[in-house]
């Protein structure tokens, strides 16, 4: 079965159930498809995932991996592995795949990038995931708390690594370019899809202004690794997932993401098939002959799994390149 979460009630302290996604309750119901063999997810429950749970809870953040309804959560916590997701719970586009709630966001907490700090120093983190919801409503598209929080966890927890997971900063002059001066050690913006998907899948985003932005990233300060990541599964043709890699390696990516998209409900995008694990094999297979430095291609594959040994496997794969040139 498919993760079904439709509504949010008792998860934030609401009395009363409330749908989830009110601009998709007209849409239709899909069919439920039986997940395959090859889908398997740990159970959550371990100490370690308390443990994880409530340093989340006591500095009040919100994770992605629970918001996003992710099937990796399980593993994930079991390792102390959390993604934090800053900004709040609400977003302001309303892409079709994903379960993150849409409306208008409430005011900045200036106090969340010290609890994110805090976060990352009690849970012991090597390398961190920051991601965020999408906030056209802000000027700068949240660009200056990403700076900020990325500052308070380098004071906090000097060793650790920095991934951050960005929204497109879609006509909001000048934000990329301030996150990028905060040096992140990775930064990964997510394209989902291949442009033919857009208006359905991604409405609100611009395929070509994401390819640019991964691109300005590079253009401003080599030494930061970029990273972006796809869904499949959402009706592409394999040649269009191909473009989509030769595009991403025009703009200098350095790794790239494929998994297998799971609706987070009927009324979401439809699963339009389950790649089989020999096909993302071969995605796989065919990436690293085009250039990227790591991929990572499997069904259950998402932008911050295993983010940490990836970004030591990454490191290690430019030192080897440097070594040869
Ligand atoms: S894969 Fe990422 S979003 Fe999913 S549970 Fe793991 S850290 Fe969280």
């Known amino acids: 079965m498919a993760t079904l979460i439709d509504t949010v009630a008792g998860t934030r302290g609401e009395a009363k159930p409330r749908p989830r996604h009110p ?179 991604r409405p609100g985003a611009r395929y070509f202004h994401s390819i640019r932005l991964l691109q300005r990233v590079k253009e401003i300060d080599p030494s930061i690794f970029t990273k972006s990541g796809i869904m499949v599964g959402l009706g592409e043709e394999r040649n269009e997932v191909l473009q989509l890699m030769d595009d991403l390696r025009c703009a200098d990516v350095d790794f790239i993401t494929i998994g297998q998209y799971l609706a987070p409900s009927r009324k979401h995008h439809r699963i339009d098939r389950f790649v089989t694990p020999d096909e993302f094999k071969s995605y796989e297979t065919i990436a690293y002959t085009k250039g990227f430095l790591m991929v990572s291609s499997s069904p259950l594959t998402r932008s911050s799994h295993h983010a940490g040994e990836d970004f030591a496997r990454l490191r290690a794969a430019r030192e080897r390149q440097m070594e040869k040139a």
């Open 23 to 201: 601009e998709k309750a007209r849409r239709p119901e899909n069919e439920v498809l039986r997940k395959p063999d090859w889908i398997r997810v740990k159970a959550g429950g371990s100490a370690v995932y308390e443990e994880t749970r409530n340093i989340v809870r006591e500095n009040g953040l919100v994770t992605v991996c629970e918001e996003a309804g992710c099937p990796n959560i399980g593993e994930c916590w079991s390792k102390k592995h959390a993604t934090m997701m800053i900004m709040g719970e609400i977003c302001t586009r309303a892409c079709a795949f994903c379960n993150v709630i849409t409306g208008l966001p409430k005011a900045l907490d200036p106090r969340e990038p010290e609890n994110v700090a805090v976060a990352v120093k009690k849970l012991e983190l090597e390398h961190v995931v920051i991601t965020s919801v999408d906030r056209d409503d802000l000027a700068d598209g949240g660009a200056q708390h990403f700076v900020e929080t990325i500052a308070a966890i380098r004071a906090a927890s000097p060793g650790t690594t920095i991934e951050i997971l960005t929204p497109d900063f879609l006509r909001k002059e000048g934000a990329l370019e301030k996150v990028v001066a905060a040096k992140p050690d990775v930064f990964n913006h997510n394209l989902e899809t291949v442009p033919s998907n857009y208006l359905t899948v």
